[in-house]
């Protein structure tokens, strides 16, 4: 793709670019406080202790938003991944109640979130002219397929015994155990991105592939293996899924993949890869949950809270643009 | 220094953008939907507050039961109802609302269920934080329920749909079910039970079920179903399809077709009313369905009759319902219990034109 | 050396050609499995029921060529549909002609907006695209107030998508003359070409004197025309607006292009591959009831065969390079 224009990669970056970086992770910070500010003026609600209790649902999202945020920086995408929890979850409930212990059942939910995304991978390193899009859409189509046939024609499996799934979903005090393992996950996976040679590789197939490979970048096995982990992320987010639905149904999972990359998007992080952090899109994650926890208290129209965040994830990209376009003109 | 300008000029654009954004939304609700304005009460309020959790928005069917189970709450209790769409039609969707339901510490819920099992977990928290829990319309599993409205019991609807087919075929013959999707928890029941009439009762041994397909509730594939059942089965008399988006779409393709292949079923009034009709031209001679804005009605009932302590929705208790008289709570053979409104409904040419203006 | 390139050559040469025989082999195939499928009222439905997806089809062929992606196509579609669907159950417009004109008229907004956000707010189509998608989507739901206009209501506008012109059903008839029009513009015209260039190598065409963002602007223009005309087309074929009419049907649209051998990067692809593209999932959407797979197992064999197919595509394409390679070596 032509126009590649205003991507840069340098190994020392220079200090302005660093400060503008920093100063969009401090706008997002600014922003969730923003916004927390405003769920408390326009709900009455929004304390603490109800954010707690509803926010597993929003925050098992967040699984998918961390190897998201890998893929859009290598200048992929992968909408398969709603796909995946779902099959994952199928499958976990299935073994369950056929009286597999849970922590077996959980190693099934990721063995099989893996597969599934080790497929992915393999397609797509293996036929490298595919738009991952279509390849992943129609990996979509066929694990939602898989899941529907495995559930039978009732469409819906319930868990038989919930004692393992009831015990992830707990509460340590009033914060759910949910939240920790993705703070865990969180750390794990901005510091291997912003930290590390491997995360620098990233980045460098996301900027130019071509030049990545030339200077001995390893740019399929560094693709398969990001896939595979999104694989294994969507088993996880399966598994998180199942302990709240007690069970999993042909509607589970579904429309997870927008909700991730919009979260990263909002983040700063760039669709056509090399660029963002994943710190931007982890406080971009929290600032939409609250955002829809609040907005949902108030008991605003879905479609309305959804054309909300609409304009947000534009402007968010759109804003800045113009005002950079503005700025350039006045001191050219 | 122009970077830090430039990074300011940012902030504030951010911020701007989104307080418009929250401004504007403020206007458009309270213009558009009263909910919106009724839930600022209830929660100003602090407590109490009845609420409905749709199956998804934009259904003119959720909306006339919405529209029947506002008037009674807010002539019983002078305050609005709360109307809670999820954003779409899944049960992980609905998981959001109830729980927003629970911050907002309402005093019931009554609900429709996109699934019967998946909800558990949540209704379980709502009701051990005293918040009395119905369903109506499309039931949960009785451990997370007290108690259900069904419009029309599951048998009821199965033998009557059977009985519609046996009329139209003549006695003997083909017909095909177009279904929702295969998960669709209503549309499952009543085949089953339209299967099991077929066992047990022997004046309907000369018909044979051929397929049941799935539209998925979209025009579009529906479409291609009916097309595919047309094709695939020359001998095929009728088509019934327990569900409104189905068929209309099925309807349109034989009446269109000008198909001798007849259709019954489940269907608003309103989408159905150019389909029905005795001659050859229309493709429906009748169909069922019941009054969405009673099954509205007496959620609302149930509700009121369950914050109220005059039930409990164990099996044998009853209550008064208005206007439209005692409902008494019986067994509904899943564990759990359920309030059956009543029959359902025939429409056909002689009061599909009084009906569709209705709903 | 040209003239002796074998048949088989000729055909792995022309991707177009390729795919036709995978058409072939696929109708075959249904055919054998069931003789009702290839008469011509099986066609003729088919064509109806697929002419939204066809004629969308077009217009993202141009935004693929551009190296762009436009999924709120869908939404755009559904709340110009609504939007007629709702003028008419109101008894506002009457008129079939004017409804069309309407609907186009919102589509062209519509698709102005997602063009100036690109193309001079510089934001990357699929984040423009996705946020507008949940806008217009909302819109329609907004425009519904929660109601759907049915059969009885739309009055004589569904007339239109049950008459006929020479034999052949109006909606085809659109979906014809947007083809021809496509196919001409595309091949012959000069907007053609700059499309084809501006997508091929933008900073090249930029420093030749065009346009680019105009280009842009333009390309999506068109998509949004296309997606509301495809709007009003839905609710006079299936004689019903609902605000999720065509939910997620966009993906559809963008995989009837890839599967046409359009590339995603831009600069590549044909409206003849555009239309085999849509063909081919017209069919699968058809045959798939038709040829007796369990209802179940239908989601499942349509995803592998829209992979079977685009896998072939690669494969085809790389023979194709392998053999203009051998000629430059001979």
Same mark, same amino acid.
């Given at each position: 793709m032509a126009g590649k224009s205003g991507r840069t990669i340098s190994n020392t970056p220079d200090k302005s670019l660093k400060s503008r970086l920093l100063c969009w992770e401090s706008m997002m910070i600014l922003l969730f406080i923003l916004v927390n500010v405003l769920c408390i003026c326009i709900s009455p609600t929004y304390n603490i202790r109800n954010v707690f209790r509803e926010m597993p649902k929003y925050l098992i999202e967040m699984f998918l938003l961390f190897p998201m945020a890998y893929i859009l920086v290598l200048g992929d995408i992968d909408i398969s991944v709603g796909a995946i929890v779902c099959l994952s979850a199928t499958m976990a409930s299935i073994a369950t109640n056929n009286g597999v212990p849970f922590l077996v059942a959980a190693v099934i939910a990721i063995v099989v979130g893996m597969l599934c995304g080790l497929v992915n991978g393999c397609i797509l390193t293996m036929f490298t002219e595919l738009p991952p899009m279509i390849v992943t859409l129609a990996t979509q189509i066929i694990f939602f397929g898989i899941a529907e046939i495995a559930l039978g024609s009732g469409g819906s499996i319930s868990l038989t015994d919930t004692a393992g799934y009831k015990a992830i979903s707990a509460k340590i005090g009033m914060v759910p155990v949910v939240f920790f393992v993705v703070i865990v996950f969180a750390v794990i996976f901005t510091v291997i991105l912003s930290r590390t040679t491997f995360g620098r590789n990233v980045y460098a197939i996301g900027s130019n592939r071509v030049a990545a490979y030339y200077s001995g970048v390893p740019v399929q096995r560094i693709r398969l293996l990001i896939f595979t982990a999104t694989g294994l992320m969507a088993g996880i987010c399966a598994l998180f899924l199942t302990s709240i639905l007690y069970g999993a149904n042909t509607t589970t999972g579904k429309g997870f993949e927008m909700d991730a990359i919009a979260m990263a998007v909002f983040g700063g992080i760039s669709t056509s890869g090399g660029k963002g952090r994943l710190l931007g899109g982890i406080i971009s994650g929290f600032t939409i949950v609250c955002l829809r926890i609040g907005l949902g208290q108030i008991n605003m129209h879905p479609q309305l809270i959804l054309i909300i965040l609409g304009i947000l994830l534009i402007a968010a990209v759109l804003v800045p643009n113009i005002s950079m376009a503005f700025t350039k003109k006045k001191t050219a | 220094m122009r970077k830090k300008l430039l990074s300011m000029l940012m902030c504030m654009c951010l911020t701007a953008a989104l307080l418009a954004g929250c401004g504007s939304k403020e206007d458009t609700t309270a213009s558009k939907s009263a909910d919106t304005e009724t839930a600022e009460e209830t929660t100003e309020a602090s407590n109490g507050g009845y609420a409905l959790v749709t199956k998804a928005a934009g259904n003119p069917y959720n909306e006339k039961m919405a529209e029947g189970f506002s008037d009674v709450i807010k002539e019983l209790t002078g305050t609005d109802a709360i109307i809670k769409h999820p954003q779409a039609a899944t049960a992980d969707a609905q998981i959001e609302v109830i729980n927003s339901l629970i911050s907002q510490g309402v005093s019931s819920i009554c609900i429709a269920a996109n699934d019967e099992n998946a909800l558990q977990a949540v209704l379980e928290d709502a009701m051990n934080a005293g918040i009395k829990v119905s369903c109506l319309d499309s039931k949960t599993n009785s %451990?997370?329920?007290?108690?259900f409205v069904n419009q029309a019991g599951t048998k009821e609807i199965g033998t009557t749909l059977m009985e519609a087919i046996l009329d139209i075929t003549g006695g003997e013959g083909q017909f095909a079910i177009l279904s929702a999707t295969s998960q669709a928890t209503n549309q499952n029941a009543w085949i089953d039970a339209m299967k099991e009439a077929m066992e047990t009762d022997d004046k309907y041994s000369k018909l044979e079920l051929v397929e049941v397909a799935?539209? %998925?509730?979209?025009p579009q594939k529906s479409t291609d179903q009916t097309q595919a059942l047309l094709s695939n089965y020359p001998d095929l008399k009728v088509i019934c399809a327990p569900t409104t988006v189905g068929i209309a779409a099925a309807a349109k393709v034989l009446q269109d077709q000008k198909s001798k292949v007849k259709l019954t079923g489940l269907g608003l009034p309103s989408e159905m009313a150019e389909y029905i009709g005795d001659d050859d031209a229309h493709s429906c001679p009748y169909m069922y369905l019941w009054n969405p804005i009673d099954v509205g009605r007496l959620g609302a009932y149930v509700s009121s009759a369950l914050v109220n302590g005059e039930i409990t929705g164990a099996a044998g208790e009853s209550f008064t319902a208005g206007d439209m008289g005692d409902y008494e709570v019986v067994d509904a053979g899943d564990g759990g219990t359920e309030v059956i409104l009543g029959a359902p409904f025939k429409f056909d040419p002689s009061n599909i034109e009084e009906w569709k203006t209705v709903y | 050396m040209k003239d002796k390139k074998s048949i088989l050559g000729k055909i792995t040469a022309s991707r177009e050609a390729s795919l036709m025989i995978v058409l072939i082999i696929l109708c075959f195939v249904i055919q054998m499995r069931n003789s009702s499928f290839l008469t011509p009222s099986s066609i003729g439905e088919m064509l109806k029921n697929n002419a939204v997806i066809m004629v969308m089809t077009l217009g993202m062929l141009n935004v693929l060529l551009l190296g762009g992606i436009d999924i709120s196509i869908a939404s755009t579609l559904a709340l110009s549909g609504m939007s007629v669907g709702m003028l008419i159950k109101r008894g506002i417009v009457t008129n079939t002609f004017l409804c069309f004109m309407i609907a186009i008229l919102i589509g062209a907004v519509c698709g102005a907006i997602v063009g100036l956000t690109i193309s001079k707010g510089r934001v990357l189509p699929i984040i423009a695209t996705m946020g507008f998608m949940y806008i217009f989507r909302g819109a329609a739901y907004m425009v519904s107030s929660d109601e759907w206009a049915g059969a009885d209501a739309l009055g004589s506008f569904k007339d239109f998508a049950l008459n006929s012109v020479l034999g052949i059903n109006n909606i085809i008839w659109i979906v014809i003359v947007c083809y021809a029009i496509f196919f001409i513009v595309m091949k012959w015209t000069k907007v053609g070409r700059m499309v084809y260039a501006v997508g091929s190598n933008r900073e090249a065409t930029m420093i030749s004197g065009i346009r680019a963002d105009r280009v842009e602007f333009f390309v999506y223009l068109i998509m949004g025309i296309l997606s509301g005309l495809a709007g009003a087309m839905a609710v006079t074929v299936y004689a019903s607006a609902q605000p999720n009419m065509m939910y997620a049907k966009e993906m559809d649209v963008i995989a009837a292009c890839v599967i046409g051998g359009v590339s995603t990067t831009g600069g590549r692809g044909s409206v003849g591959g555009a239309l085999i593209g849509a063909l081919i999932i017209a069919i699968i959407a058809k045959a798939l009831p038709l040829v007796g797979i369990d209802a179940i197992a239908q989601n499942t064999v349509k995803g592998l065969i829209i992979l079977v197919v685009i896998v072939l595509n690669v494969v085809t394409q790389r023979t194709m390079d392998k053999n203009v390679l051998k000629g430059r070596e001979m």
């Open positions: - | %451990d997370s329920r007290m108690t799935y539209g %998925d509730d979209e | -």
